[in-house]
């Protein structure tokens, strides 16, 4: 089956850095768009950046640009997001989400989820 398992996440302070991974498997992904979001407590889920796997092209919320940057390895079946300068409101839990229709800010048009990694910053 469609698995996407992300980790990396954990406690870091202010001004630092985290690299988050998804490792996608169960089928071929090529074709498709893969996001990162996250959601704060009580708040809803956001998108943050998004890449086609074929073309690799991406982009990104006008909250992380120029701090986050989303990438993929086509050997190992993976999406990262290198994310630098990290901030208190960045604290949340970060999924990984993979969509056929291609890249979407819109959490509905993803089909496969991962479970979430948390992500808290201290100040």
């Known amino acids: 089956q469609v698995q996407l398992v992300e980790s990396g996440g954990g406690l870091v302070q202010a001004g630092g850095s985290l690299r988050l991974s998804c490792a996608a498997s169960?089928?071929?992904?090529?074709?498709?768009?893969m996001g990162w979001f996250r959601q704060g407590p009580g708040k809803k889920r956001d998108f943050l950046a998004g890449?086609?796997?074929?073309?690799?092209?991406?982009y990104y919320a006008d909250s992380v640009k120029g701090r986050f940057t989303i990438s993929r390895d086509n050997a190992k079946n993976t999406v990262y997001l290198q994310m630098n300068s990290l901030k208190p409101e960045d604290t949340a839990v970060y999924y990984c989400?993979?969509?056929?229709?291609?890249?979407?800010?819109?959490?509905?048009?993803?089909?496969?989820w991962g479970q979430g990694t948390q992500v808290t910053v201290s100040s």
């Open positions: 989400a993979a969509a056929a229709t291609g890249m979407s800010t819109m959490s509905d048009d993803y089909d496969y």
């Open positions: 890449i086609r796997w074929m073309f690799g092209s991406t």
């Open positions: 169960g089928r071929t992904f090529s074709t498709y768009a």
